[in-house]
T-cell receptor, first 115, second 112 residues
Framework: EAQVTQNPRYLITVTGKKLTVTCSQN?????MSWYRQDPGLGLRQIYYSMNVEVTDKGDVPEGYKVSRKEKRNFPLILESPSPNQTSLYFC??????????????FGPGTRLTVT | QKEVEQDPGPLSVPEGAIVSLNCTYSNSAFQYFMWYRQYSRKGPELLMYTYSSGNKEDGRFTAQVDKSSKYISLFIRDSQPSDSATYLC????????????FGTGTKLQVIP
């Protein structure tokens, strides 16, 4: 089954404790991205990757890191999480960055709480 | 002022009603418009994609873009309880996912 998977789905952690949220897709997609979704603010892009070893900042990259060493995986790293990073996180992937021709598929989401 | 404005709802309608969901935007450069549906505890899924002005129909769903008014709409005919979800509009100027701006979403409930 074609899908985007994220782990963990739920995470409660404390300020400053490094964490990684994994994202994997099995569709051989080139484009992958991370969003956070907050009430009243909608979906905002954190980082995106056009292909392996090619990543760039989105609208809200502060406090986050990413890497794209393999085509299928795009982990999101929070080196020192803070309470303002409490949010619902989505990973997404698409065959290409071109929204005109290719649909973007979203993962099920990771609800992160930082206390 | 946000670039994309969307009434959060909730919007409650009886089964079979015609639903109208709307977004307004301020960036006149936007020319690619999308509607996503997001069920509770799920990721968004693409419903409709339109370019520039005009209408696009897909089954019970019709997307409408009025660039002169900076206003887009999604109409759902013969609404079903399974349509109960949050609907997000999204738009950008280049056709690339790296620049898409999302609305905050409208929560829709269709009452059987």
């Amino acid at each position: 089954e074609a899908q985007v998977t994220q782990n963990p789905r739920y995470l409660i952690t404390v300020t400053g404790k490094k964490l990684t949220v994994t994202c994997s897709q099995n569709m051989n997609h080139e484009y992958m991205s991370w969003y956070r979704q907050d009430p009243g603010l909608g979906l905002r892009q954190i980082y995106y990757s056009m292909n392996v070893e090619v990543t760039d900042k989105g609208d809200v990259p502060e406090g986050y890191k990413v890497s794209r060493k393999e085509k299928r995986n795009f982990p999101l790293i929070l080196e020192s999480p803070s309470p303002n990073q409490t949010s619902l996180y989505f990973c997404a992937s698409s065959l290409s960055w071109d929204a005109r021709d290719y649909e973007q598929y979203f993962g099920p989401g990771t609800r992160l709480t930082v206390t | 002022q946000k670039e994309v404005e969307q009434d959060p709802g909730p919007l409650s309608v009886p089964e079979g009603a015609i639903v109208s969901l709307n977004c307004t935007y301020s960036n006149s450069a936007f020319q690619y418009f999308m509607w996503y549906r997001q069920y509770s505890r799920k990721g968004p899924e693409l419903l409709m994609y339109t370019y520039s002005s005009g209408n696009k129909e897909d089954g019970r769903f019709t997307a409408q873009v009025d660039k002169s008014s900076k206003y887009i709409s999604l109409f759902i005919r013969d609404s079903q309880p399974s349509d109960s979800a949050t609907y997000l509009c999204a738009m950008d100027d280049s056709g690339g996912y790296q620049k898409v701006t999302f609305g905050t979403g409208t929560k829709l409930q269709v009452i059987p």
